[in-house]
Nanobody
């Protein structure tokens, strides 16, 4: 059974940084592309960043490009999202997700991901 557990959220001022982690278990982590999404109150879940199983392919939403960095440590079954230069509009619950099929390409829509964590709250104060 696949489990994804996020951590690292919190309250930070504008311009600050946070490091989100997602610990995965249940199957061979390195075989699966991972993604980060976020959802603000009364808004749809939106794509943030994605990384292939090997880490060789990475893609970011335009809204976070240059400020956020996604990475993974396959030895530790962990995917990281480093959030820098945070803005109030980055406030949301952040979710990590894993694609269903092994060796899938990275994807940018929630419907392409089968497994989800419980989310971690990021709040950026102005």
């Amino acid at each position: 059974q696949v489990q994804l557990v996020e951590s690292g959220g919190g309250l930070v001022q504008t311009g600050g940084s946070l490091r989100l982690s997602c610990a995965a278990s249940g199957r061979t982590f390195s075989s699966y592309a991972m993604g980060w999404f976020r959802q603000a109150p009364e808004q749809e879940r939106e794509f943030v960043a994605a990384i292939s199983g090997s880490g060789g392919s990475i893609y970011y939403a335009d809204s976070v490009k240059g400020r956020f960095t996604i990475s993974r440590d396959n030895a530790k079954n962990t995917v990281i999202l480093q959030l820098n230069s945070l803005k109030p509009e980055d406030t949301a619950v952040y979710y990590c997700a894993q694609r269903r099929a092994a060796f899938s390409t990275i994807a940018t829509t929630p419907f392409d991901y089968h497994y989800w964590g419980q989310g971690t709250q990021v709040t950026v104060s102005s």
